[in-house]
T-cell receptor, first 113, second 117 residues
Framework: AQSVTQLDSHVSVSEGTPVLLRCNYSSSYSPSLFWYVQHPNKGLQLLLKYTSAATLVKGINGFEAEFKKSETSFHLTKPSAHMSDAAEYFCVVSGGGYQKVTFGTGTKLQVIP | GAVVSQHPSWVICKSGTSVKIECRSLDFQATTMFWYRQFPKQSLMLMATSNEGSKATYEQGVEKDKFLINHASLTLSTLTVTSAHPEDSSFYIC?????????????FGSGTRLTVV
């Protein structure tokens, strides 16, 4: 069994300030973890993924996430928010292979100019 | 690489008619594709797993006769919403992976906005 919890449904930051989107997971397997971004009425774009290699994962657009097994967390960060970062972000856990992926409920990021 | 094309991007249909949505993997073969439904301001819910050459596996609560899935080739899966009703209006997204998926990550289509009037 697996689950993922995104701790904040909405996050609001000022442009140029750091972004932190929180994600906790549980999994019976060694998990693979992903962050996806969705802009309004668009599909999902993969930001980054953790697959049991380096615990600090760098993704596109300046985002990165750190896998912390002891805390069962995979928080997404970015040093400086840009207006174009405003979107919905989904944390996803997979048990590997063709097992089902489980989506978090999403975090809507608002960037204030 | 790993591009998934979904068509149409939006469709409006009359109540009682059927609508077909296509999901194609453009530069890889996908023995398995997934169909999701997303309600406004909610997360994605897996509807079914589409398996090439065999029957789809539906999640609990998803009507098999309402949402027909066909995966006739390694690059194409279709979702047909039969006898559509306004409550079927939603955002439908497909995904696929060129490998086992769990380690690679899934590539998503751009989604289809279905409105039933």
């Amino acid at each position: 069994a697996q689950s993922v919890t995104q701790l904040d449904s909405h996050v609001s930051v000022s442009e140029g300030t750091p972004v932190l989107l929180r994600c906790n997971y549980s999994s019976s397997y060694s998990p693979s973890l992903f962050w996806y971004v969705q802009h309004p009425n668009k599909g999902l774009q993969l930001l980054l993924k953790y697959t049991s290699a380096a615990t600090l994962v760098k993704g596109i657009n300046g985002f990165e996430a750190e896998f912390k097994k002891s805390e069962t967390s995979f928080h997404l960060t970015k040093p400086s928010a840009h207006m174009s970062d405003a979107a919905e972000y989904f944390c996803v856990v997979s048990g590997g292979g063709y097992q089902k992926v489980t989506f978090g409920t999403g975090t809507k990021l608002q960037v204030i100019p | 690489g790993a591009v998934v094309s979904q068509h149409p991007s939006w469709v409006i249909c009359k109540s009682g008619t059927s609508v077909k949505i296509e999901c194609r993997s453009l530069d890889f073969q996908a023995t398995t594709m997934f169909w999701y439904r997303q309600f406004p301001k909610q997360s994605l819910m897996l509807m079914a797993t589409s398996n090439e050459g065999s029957k789809a596996t539906y999640e609990q609560g998803v009507e098999k006769d309402k949402f027909l899935i066909n995966h006739a080739s390694l690059t194409l899966s279709t979702l047909t919403v039969t006898s559509a009703h306004p409550e079927d209006s939603s955002f439908y997204i497909c995904s696929a992976s060129p490998t086992s998926g769990g380690n690679y990550g899934y590539t998503f289509g751009s989604g289809t906005r279905l409105t039933v009037v």
